[in-house]
């Protein structure tokens, strides 16, 4: 059991702004120190009480200037090795909006190095997985989402949500022992580092985000990224249980002060409540004396039970804004980190028995003594063993031998004719091993086949063996020639879809122009497809089927987009990543061709000086110290140092690659996101001037005169007039109301620009 009081950190958002004034100290021998300076306001008149000094002391304090690995190093690096040696853990932000919490959970999407705590720990995780031969272990991932006290399970295995109501909804479930359980909540198994991290990319599309005046893009909900690791030795029935928490808050809203209205008032409501619950519990959790606790007052401090004096490590980190009109919520987040500082777990090394290996064991130990049992009995069998119980006795017998394991034994159950034979086996292998294994050469048969030899049936039935073998190789062959012409004719099938000319939309071609290309393209030699199993990824690539008005604005909105130029930037940088990860694999090639000729050497070397010792009846030649050998030693040392640095680099290259996807794949996602929007907005302003119209001049062809385009900097299309009636239509409603929707667009967008263009 470790007890300890739940760590708290500081992390200090960067500012352009005017900020207040405030003093970092973190050489103190108690920990870190903050301090903020408060000037009175003379408005207020002579006698003024208030306070002007605030100072707060925190483990460590993280300024302006720290970088993300950083923060990972110092906050979330201990708590992932605690939950590697069995202990559970939890890491959350807490802080007002726009402090950066999401940046320091999960990041930011423009650079690599901006991977923020959940990548790197999941990074990290499997690292230390594939360092650990010892142990074998399994991941499981869950996403948890609380908006307005509801849960959603982000990791829906439908893939068909697209608005938050259709996700699964999670339920809390308390058993006697009061014990947490969520139902609805799905457990993803990860094998290894690029599903995890397609998971979470699938999660984080799934997220409640709006715009708010203190944030762009801020997260309207509580979001618990959850990992799950299970940890046993190979052969051992006990296994270790943890799980990482890893909590992104929703920041807090002043109203009177950002003057929110409709649902973002109603969203900051529910947030501003569940943390008001949350801090009850903190406080009633610092009190000693206090006897009820109110965990059942939200969601959220339901499910971080565990978290708040449980079985947890847990750590906090405190984003605050220095600038001078955030300094009021930034001290109050101090003073809530400090209560969170009071209060103590006591986490326990989560050890059990698995109860199938227990079985397992407990079912082998019986088979054990009812053999025991019969060969006290005498129990005798006096038929001939069959073909197949001889060779399974002689695999028995070989694996026994080659199994390195001193401990390891040789079941045979209680049938003495087993027993005899396995003496039978093992003295000739004894036998052979001791005349140089010429045994077989001269004409004798194996083991397995001197003893088949030896029942009268045995030769008709191993005749009878070998035509049902030649039967069955006959139909296999058979087999694999039908399945070869159906998977041509599949290939066939689509290479004439793939022919067909508006089989494509415009959302997947730029897809592919955004992940797969460039890789392609240069002939990287990094295993890393386009496709790469997760199941985030697949959903993502099916873009939406537009029509052929829709195709060409959306080609143009993808070339005036805001983050047109990050998109460009992150694929040129993605296509230098595949070109140096192609050198690599290049140098690890050559390095391996390398090792192989010098270890050939080594094996000429030494056997031309064997063949000496022998000739020249020298027996101590091979103890003496060849220059020659000793030299070839060396630079086969060299090469294999190279080698694994070579290995490790491409590593790095590998992981830096997957999340350029993982970005392009964002931005993919929010492209079609902005474009939809801006479409839907186009073609509702485009209705009620058509309406007005009609009203006025009582016939369909009105003069129109639409509202401003809301994508600012939309670039002007051909001045060809177009008419609905000189296009000719389909006949599809919904295809004949996107194709008037773009003409009525393309015409505002004319109009707008005509008075420009005269002046």
């Known amino acids: 059991m470790v007890k300890q009081t739940i760590q708290i950190f500081v992390r200090i958002k960067p500012s352009k702004k005017t900020t207040g004034v405030y003093s970092v100290d973190n050489e103190e021998p108690t920990g870190a120190s903050l301090e903020f300076l408060v000037p009175r306001d003379v408005a207020e008149g002579f006698v003024n009480n208030k306070r002007e000094c605030y100072k707060f002391r925190f483990l460590k304090v993280f300024d302006q200037a720290v ?36 940046f320091t959970i999960s990041g930011g999407a423009e650079r690599y190095s901006d991977r923020g705590i959940i990548p790197r720990t999941i990074s990290y995780l499997f690292e230390r997985f594939s360092q650990d031969s010892s142990m074998v272990y399994t991941t499981h991932i869950s996403y948890l989402e609380i908006y307005n006290e509801m849960g959603y399970d982000l990791l829906d295995s439908r893939h068909e949500a ?40 699938l ?28 940890s046993r030795e190979p052969g051992s029935a006990t296994l270790r249980r943890s799980k990482l928490h890893l909590v992104d808050l929703a920041g807090s809203d002043r109203v009177s002060k950002t003057g929110l209205n409709g649902q973002l008032l109603t969203e900051a409501k529910y947030i501003n409540l569940s943390l008001h619950y949350l801090e009850q519990v903190i406080i009633a959790l610092s009190e000693k004396n ?45 003073h809530f980190a400090q209560r969170v500082a009071l209060i103590k777990n006591e986490a326990i090394l989560n050890e059990e028995l698995d109860p199938v290996l227990l079985i397992a064991s407990l079912k082998r130990e019986i088979q054990s003594l009812k053999d025991e049992l019969a060969m006290k009995t005498g129990e005798q069998r006096d038929e001939q063993l069959t073909v197949e119980e001889i060779q399974r006795v002689e695999e028995l017998v070989k694996a026994f031998l080659e199994e390195p394991d001193p401990d390891v034994t040789l079941s045979l159950g209680p049938d003495m004719r087993k027993i005899q034979l396995c003496f039978s086996l093992l003295k000739i292998m004894i036998m052979d091993k001791q005349s140089g294994g010429h045994r077989h050469d001269d004409g004798q048969a194996s083991p397995a086949a001197t003893i088949i030899q030896e029942s009268p049936h045995s030769a008709a039935e191993v005749t009878k063996l070998k035509e049902m073998m030649t039967q069955r190789d006959d139909e296999i062959s058979i087999l694999v020639k039908m399945l070869k012409k159906e998977k041509k004719k599949a290939l066939d099938a689509a290479a004439q879809l793939a022919n067909i000319p508006n089989g494509e939309s415009p959302a997947s071609q730029s897809s592919s122009r955004l992940t797969a290309a460039p890789l392609s393209r240069e002939g990287s030699t990094v295993t890393i497809s386009a496709d790469y199993g997760g199941r985030a990824i697949q959903y993502m690539r ?12 959306f080609e143009t909105f993808i070339r005036d987009h805001e983050d047109h130029l990050t998109i460009e930037d992150n694929k040129e940088l993605l296509k230098q990543r595949s070109a140096e990860a192609r050198r690599f694999g290049e140098k690890l090639n050559e390095a391996r061709n390398r090792i192989n000729e010098l270890k050939k050497q080594l094996a000429l070397q030494r056997g031309q000086r064997a063949a000496l010792g022998v000739t020249e009846n020298r027996p101590k030649v091979e103890e003496e110290v060849d220059p020659v050998e000793e030299n070839l030693c060396k630079h086969i040392e060299q090469e294999k140092k190279a080698y694994k640095s070579t290995i490790d680099r491409l590593k790095v290259l590998r992981t830096e690659i997957e999340h350029l996807q993982l970005l392009l794949e964002r931005a993919k996602v929010k492209l079609q996101r902005d474009f939809h929007k801006w479409w839907s907005q186009e073609a509702s302003s485009m209705q009620e001037p058509e309406a007005t119209a009609r009203c006025h001049t009582g016939s369909p062809h009105g003069t129109l005169q639409p509202p401003s385009p809301s994508t600012p900097g939309f670039r002007a299309l051909s001045t060809t007039k177009l008419s609905s009636s000189s296009i000719p239509l389909t006949g599809d409603q919904q295809t004949d109301a ?22």
């Open 67 to 102: 970088q993300q690995e950083e923060i990972f190093n110092n906050i979330a690096k201990p708590v992932a090795d605690s939950v590697l040696a069995g202990y559970n853990g939890t890491i959350f932000a807490y802080g007002q909006t726009g402090s950066g919490k999401t």
């Open 542 to 553: 099916r873009g939406p089927q537009l029509s052929t008005g829709k195709q060409e604005a």
């Open 203 to 230: 999660g984080d599309t799934n997220r409640m985000i709006a715009e708010t005046p203190m944030n762009q893009a801020s997260t309207r909900s509580h979001c618990i990224f959850t990992v799950h690791v299970c």
């Open 290 to 334: 206090r006897s009820h606790i109110p965990y059942r007052n939200s969601m959220l401090t339901s499910v971080l039970r565990d978290s708040l004096r449980g079985n947890c490590m847990t750590t906090m980190i405190a984003t605050i804004a220095v600038d001078k009109r955030n300094l009021d919520e930034s001290i109050s987040t101090c």
């Open 162 to 201: 697209s608005r938050l109501e259709d996700l699964p909804k999670v339920l809390i479930m308390e058993d006697p022992d009061q014990k947490i359980h969520l139902r609805n909540l799905s457990l993803q198994q990860s094998a290894n580092e690029e599903e995890a991290l397609n998971l979470l990319f």
């Open 738 to 759: 996107d194709i008037l929707a773009f003409i009525k667009a393309r015409q505002n967008l004319l109009n707008r620009t005509a008075p420009v263009e005269k002046t």
